[in-house]
Nanobody, 116 residues
Framework: QVQLVESGGGLVQAGGSLRLDCAAS????????MAWYRQAPGKQRELVAA???????NYVDSVKGRFTISRDGAKNTVYLQMNSLKPEDTAVYYCKLSTMLGGNYWGQGTQVTVSS
């Protein structure tokens, strides 16, 4: 089993910063992609940022230049540094781990609220 535990969410004013952490543990074989998704009330879950095992990154247009995804391979932890936060960034943020064998695992989610 693979477990993902997110932390770092909270309430912040517009223009502020937060860092989300996602620690993976358990029987992990061959991480392919680690990613962050978010889901705002009444909206579909969307991909925010992804990081492949080869180091390639992908961001949704709305966060480019403000968010940075990174990983500590030794700790199996992925981070999402969020700067210049906007009220429209308010959502529950989820971590997802995809393995090379096709396994997909999700964290429980962490709430990010940006006040105007």
């Amino acid at each position: 089993q693979v477990q993902l535990v997110e932390s770092g969410g909270g309430l912040v004013q517009a223009g502020g910063s937060l860092r989300l952490d996602c620690a993976a543990s358990g029987r992990i074989f061959g991480i392919n992609v680690m990613a962050w998704y978010r889901q705002a009330p009444g909206k579909q879950r969307e991909l925010v940022a992804a990081l492949t095992s080869g180091g390639s990154t992908n961001y949704v247009d709305s966060v480019k230049g403000r968010f940075t995804i990174s990983r500590d391979g030794a700790k199996n932890t992925v981070y999402l540094q969020m700067n210049s936060l906007k009220p429209e960034d308010t959502a529950v943020y989820y971590c997802k781990l995809s393995t090379m064998l096709g396994g997909n695992y999700w964290g429980q989610g962490t709430q990010v609220t940006v006040s105007s």
